[in-house]
């Protein structure tokens, strides 16, 4: 297999709520930014990460839409699902075309628009992730599914709701200095616990927002990337894994085995270990994946995510930089482009073009994007090369 | 990359409206004859398509779900959309992964779950393969644009309604040698003609059916599956092709633009040309595709698919037989699942085992599987090995 590259990346100026924009024009304007900062002249083929095209928009065939209206027609294109974690599963399948010698140049871009129906219609298609039967049929929605896994966490190791606030606090700090972020603002952990009670232990500021917005990365052979960009960024590592889709169908309530199992094969297959991760960004969809994950990426012990994010271990000039970018908290959540989104972070943190929110030094990232309450986690462990 | 082959094949009993069996039950069902089928003890990595699972069944995050329930997690799982076209792409996704090195046993499965959902719920989830936006907020239903294609089809090369029929009762007449065909019984010319006009010129025993049902392969590097399978078929050609989404944007109404590009570098890849092809499945959603397809994948001139059809040319003891399973019109069409049934039927062809339907002597057959109007296309060339 071919090692593979990302030369080139794009983002809408700044996500949210963007009435102004259909999925298409989201899609395209990201793409076409990654192409023009790639500098390639055409690609092979490409990939559309999206959730719910269908109940949010509509539109399903996306990938053939999108390959017409950015005007690469006749080149394969194909949509993939696998709700939050879409992103990251494409990142992989692009990972693979270009690894497998296929194609050379590969576009990996994802895309939601979230906006255009209204709140409980929103929160119906994001139910779509859980298991719908046996889940969300039964009113069970996903702040209903992670408040469980919040509660169970505080009774097994005393989490505090303090603690799953510090998530939520640093992320919109990090926030307030990436400029596409969609809530550029200090909040406290007063202002956390005093927000609205979604499901009891999460207030609203425990949650991540609807979101419309795209992300587009180009992909190409790692010996051939520097023909295009004089600091590429090398994708060390790309696994996928799953586990059970119902939160009742897990041995844990707290620890997500999708996450762990992918990490192992992560970290196998770039031949480093958690200890050698200079940041990561982690599917903070709701501040208790932040805890629940630190533990099972291995950054630290399992029980220990709330003490470990409160002691400022995760902040930017912490042991371990999480969600530098604002994460899903405060950069927003466009389902289906959030993985792609976290590998552009990594790769502009890598390149040290991170502005204020800069990592100093940083030579090796983890993207952590989780589908569902941990039915799907996709890790991708990126280098500078 | 490596050569890839098929071992093993799945599907239901029988195709239809299956209301006593929910999505997961059909997938897990054809998944896992699947496996039985090739003897594997495990898989690497599993593929899962389906065109519009949220619209259908309000179930996105299939590809967790169904690892699941199969028993799979936490292997890498991904679901794979592009409208009818799905199985296709999947199957070219499963070939990638295989191709590349990083699995040997790749489960590709399609699915759709469509009778959950009334008849206008059903024509509206379908329309959404359409261009929403410019076509189906408008109006136009898939029988309306196919509709387009035959008139115009009529007008530009003196093509007849008969001609468009002969397709419809040749499939019926192969459906009702194939167990798992939805409608296995005879029809005739005047049959069709005396049906329900949906759609001038398309009757509706032109139009294929509303399907429940599943289809599922296994794939291995083809130096290892001889230790599997005694007779397994090579995956020669792997290729998939867009075009305007829209019909409105095309160049031709009667031309599939997707199918020939498709098709050329099928045969490129392959080392071969259509005349070297023993039979064919082809994306009959409509008669007027089917005669479309003979053309653009290269059996017979542009213009002259109605009379080749008309002659008995794709016929099972024609120069090419074509959709000797049934077609999507007798077989059934649950559009995740159509592109992988296809691969099956001529997996079977190339074994000598499709019973009173075989083509003798078949060594190499090809797949045409497409999503919307033709904004997508999936070619296939398997062989003998």
Same mark, same amino acid.
């Given at each position: 297999m071919r090692e593979v590259a990302i030369i080139g990346v794009g983002m809408n100026d700044r996500w949210g709520e963007l009435w102004e924009k259909s999925l298409r024009d989201l899609y395209v304007e990201a793409a076409l930014r990654a192409i023009d900062d790639a500098g390639v002249d055409h690609i092979d083929s490409m990939y559309v990460a999206c959730m719910s095209s269908g109940l949010?928009?509509?539109? &399903?065939?996306v990938s053939s839409l999108l390959a017409d209206y950015l005007g690469v027609a006749p080149i394969p294109a194909v949509r993939v699902e696998s709700a939050c974690a879409s992103g990251g599963n494409a990142l992989r399948l692009g990972w693979l075309e270009v690894a497998s010698g296929a194609s050379d140049l590969v576009l990996v871009g994802g895309v939601e628009k979230m906006t255009d129906v209204d709140g409980s219609q929103a929160t119906l298609a994001l139910a779509a992730a859980s298991d719908f039967e046996w889940e969300a049929f039964n009113g069970v929605t996903f702040p209903g599914l992670y408040a469980m896994m919040a509660r169970r966490h505080m009774h097994e190791f005393g989490t505090t709701p303090e603690q799953l606030a510090a998530a939520s606090v640093k992320n919109h700090h990090n926030g307030t200095m990436n400029p596409v972020a969609q809530f550029q603002m200090e909040i406290t952990v007063e202002t956390v616990l005093n927000s609205v009670l979604v499901a009891d232990p999460l207030h609203i500021l425990d949650c991540s927002p609807v979101t419309d917005g795209a992300a587009a990365v180009i992909l190409c052979p790692a010996d051939q990337a520097k023909k295009f960009n004089s600091q590429p960024v090398k994708i060390a590592a790309s696994a996928v894994a799953t586990d059970a889709m119902a939160l009742h169908s897990r041995e844990s309530l707290v620890t997500i085995g999708s996450a762990k199992a992918a990490a192992e094969k992560a970290y196998k297959q770039a031949g480093v270990g958690p200890g050698e991760i200079d940041l990561a960004e982690v599917h903070d969809c709701f501040t208790i994946s932040e805890i629940c994950l630190v533990e099972d990426l291995g950054?630290? &012990? !399992?029980? !220990?995510g709330g003490e470990f994010t409160e002691s400022g271990a995760t902040a930017l000039d912490g042991r371990i930089p999480v969600n530098t970018s604002g994460g899903l908290k405060s950069k927003g959540h466009p389902v289906g482009a959030t993985g792609v989104a976290q590998a552009i972070e990594v790769y502009k943190q890598l390149r040290g073009e991170a502005g204020k929110r800069q990592v100093k030094g940083a030579k090796r990232g983890l993207c952590h994007n989780m589908g569902g309450s941990g039915g799907t986690s996709a890790v991708h462990i990126l280098e500078v090369m």
């Amino acid at each position: 297999m071919r090692e593979v590259a990302i030369i080139g990346v794009g983002m809408n100026d700044r996500w949210g709520e963007l009435w102004e924009k259909s999925l298409r024009d989201l899609y395209v304007e990201a793409a076409l930014r990654a192409i023009d900062d790639a500098g390639v002249d055409h690609i092979d083929s490409m990939y559309v990460a999206c959730m719910s095209s269908g109940l949010f928009t509509g539109q &399903e065939h996306v990938s053939s839409l999108l390959a017409d209206y950015l005007g690469v027609a006749p080149i394969p294109a194909v949509r993939v699902e696998s709700a939050c974690a879409s992103g990251g599963n494409a990142l992989r399948l692009g990972w693979l075309e270009v690894a497998s010698g296929a194609s050379d140049l590969v576009l990996v871009g994802g895309v939601e628009k979230m906006t255009d129906v209204d709140g409980s219609q929103a929160t119906l298609a994001l139910a779509a992730a859980s298991d719908f039967e046996w889940e969300a049929f039964n009113g069970v929605t996903f702040p209903g599914l992670y408040a469980m896994m919040a509660r169970r966490h505080m009774h097994e190791f005393g989490t505090t709701p303090e603690q799953l606030a510090a998530a939520s606090v640093k992320n919109h700090h990090n926030g307030t200095m990436n400029p596409v972020a969609q809530f550029q603002m200090e909040i406290t952990v007063e202002t956390v616990l005093n927000s609205v009670l979604v499901a009891d232990p999460l207030h609203i500021l425990d949650c991540s927002p609807v979101t419309d917005g795209a992300a587009a990365v180009i992909l190409c052979p790692a010996d051939q990337a520097k023909k295009f960009n004089s600091q590429p960024v090398k994708i060390a590592a790309s696994a996928v894994a799953t586990d059970a889709m119902a939160l009742h169908s897990r041995e844990s309530l707290v620890t997500i085995g999708s996450a762990k199992a992918a990490a192992e094969k992560a970290y196998k297959q770039a031949g480093v270990g958690p200890g050698e991760i200079d940041l990561a960004e982690v599917h903070d969809c709701f501040t208790i994946s932040e805890i629940c994950l630190v533990e099972d990426l291995g950054f630290t &012990e !399992k029980g !220990k995510g709330g003490e470990f994010t409160e002691s400022g271990a995760t902040a930017l000039d912490g042991r371990i930089p999480v969600n530098t970018s604002g994460g899903l908290k405060s950069k927003g959540h466009p389902v289906g482009a959030t993985g792609v989104a976290q590998a552009i972070e990594v790769y502009k943190q890598l390149r040290g073009e991170a502005g204020k929110r800069q990592v100093k030094g940083a030579k090796r990232g983890l993207c952590h994007n989780m589908g569902g309450s941990g039915g799907t986690s996709a890790v991708h462990i990126l280098e500078v090369m």
